[in-house]
């Protein structure tokens, strides 16, 4: 008998385990009332003859969609490359990281032109929505859409106080913390403010060359937004906002790819050691050509990796440059004025954004500072070298001093400004029109 209390116990459970799953099954499959503005207008996302997927902040809460990244296993044809910032849709995108050529995939920020994404990777605490519209949509966005859309809306103000505070805590000493408060300030005048403080302190990889820092993911991050909204009389509404976005942090990626899998060699191609310069060139055990130039190497702050640490470690790397990422400006301010006419709309929409974007690297991806290409014996140079050497030569014929401090730095300061008027339908009839 107990056996069988035990079996009908367990099958009450999984009855019970099953009939909630496919409730919470259900309720995911549910299709709520969901409003988008694709076309520029208030509208049912069903009634929308155009190829969307529409992500609420509740939807991306519920699912996790917390990135850019993310939101492109959620929607076909999507693809974004976060290292570059490039979007494309069906396979057209902008091809290059250069933010100032026209892009295939048009982004929009509550309706301001940029070709920047990353905002619509911020927390849903900040953002209503995220429309991306797959396929051609040059007729209400422009030559830059031949692609798709990516529209971005911000969360409004509210006509009720609210306040909430949000905070996240990971391994590797992320932490992050997001507040937003919204509320009336005077009749008519309503206020929001929201943003987030992101730190990871701990990186994924180890830098051996001594006192410089790791890489991989350490994130310093901010972001805030204010927003003003009004309504002016019983026909009119104003809406402003202002949004700053900063970053500083290291990336690294995986075990440092620019790495070789092999030693360091010193880019010997023939027996006449004809010289080729690569990356990490006379970075070898021997430190020299055979070993003829004992102590030639030198490395930043003492370093003293003669091969791939990643070939150890797959975590460790030496370079006297790690790399980081500064967006030092991203500043955005946008405004919306709409005025209601009886079967009409007449709305503006204008904006400013800046955007200063820098990187920093090591290109030959190790810590040598200088070092020496050694005078090859039975060369012209070795020969006129030992003469040189014996007295008996007046050409000065040394070995060559090469300064590897290979490092580089990417920049890119842009600016956009937008206007855009639009006089668009609101009636219930058949025909439903927009112009602009």
């Not at 116990?9 to 503005?37: K, P, R, Y």
């Not at 974004?80 to 929009?108: E, F, K, P």
């Not at 030559?143 to 106080?161: F, H, M, Y």
Request: negative net charge.
């Amino acid at each position: 008998m107990q056996s069988k209390a035990f079996l009908l116990a367990t099958s009450f459970l999984a009855a019970s385990a099953m009939g909630l799953s496919a409730q919470a099954q259900n309720a995911m499959n549910t299709i709520d009332e969901l409003v988008v503005t694709a076309e520029k207008r208030e509208q049912s996302l069903q009634d929308v003859p155009v190829a969307i997927s529409a992500f609420t902040s509740r939807q991306r809460d519920l699912v996790g969609i917390s990135t850019v990244q993310d939101l492109t296993n959620f929607t076909p044809g999507f693809v974004y490359q976060s290292s570059n910032d490039r979007a494309s849709m069906r396979g057209i995108g902008r091809l290059t990281n250069v933010h100032a050529v026209d892009g295939a995939v048009s982004i929009y920020n509550d309706g301001l032109f940029t070709t920047s994404t990353i905002l619509a990777g911020s927390p849903p605490l900040d953002v209503e929505r995220v429309e991306i519209l797959r396929g051609p949509q040059g007729t209400l966005y422009g030559r830059n859409a031949i692609g798709g859309t990516v529209n971005t809306i911000s969360v409004r103000p509210t006509k009720e106080p609210y306040a909430e505070v949000r905070g996240i805590i990971e391994s590797f000493n992320f932490t992050n913390l997001q507040v937003a408060i919204s509320g009336p300030i005077a009749e008519g005048l309503r206020m929001r403010f929201s943003g987030y403080k992101l730190d990871q302190r701990d990186g994924y990889f180890k830098n051996v060359t001594p006192g410089l820092p790791d890489e991989g993911a350490l994130r310093d991050e901010y972001q805030f937004q204010v927003q003003f909204e009004a309504d002016l009389g019983e026909n009119a509404e104003f809406w402003a906002a202002y949004r700053k976005l900063a970053w500083h942090n290291r990336g690294g990626p995986g075990a440092r790819s620019g790495y070789r899998g092999d030693e360091f060699s010193n880019g010997r191609l023939d027996p006449n050691y004809s010289i080729v310069y690569s990356s990490a060139h006379g970075l070898t055990r021997e430190t020299g050509l055979n070993g003829i130039v004992p102590g030639s190497l030198k490395q930043f702050n003492g370093a003293t990796s003669t091969s791939n640490p990643a070939l150890v470690d797959n975590r460790t790397f030496s370079t006297n440059i790690p790399q980081r990422v500064r967006l030092s400006g991203v500043n955005l301010f946008t405004t919306n004025f709409v005025y209601h006419m009886p079967t009409f709309d007449v709305k503006y929409v204008g904006g400013y954004q800046e955007y200063k974007y820098n990187l920093y690297g090591d290109s030959d991806f190790t810590a040598v500072e200088s070092y020496q290409i050694p005078l090859a014996p039975g060369s012209v140079c070795g020969t006129v070298g030992g003469l040189f050497s014996a007295g008996l030569s007046p050409v000065n014929c040394t070995p060559l001093k090469v300064n590897a401090n290979n490092g580089y730095h990417y920049f890119e300061y842009q600016k956009w400004y937008s206007h855009e008027v639009n006089i668009s339908s609101t009636d219930d009839g058949p025909l439903q029109w927009i112009v602009g």
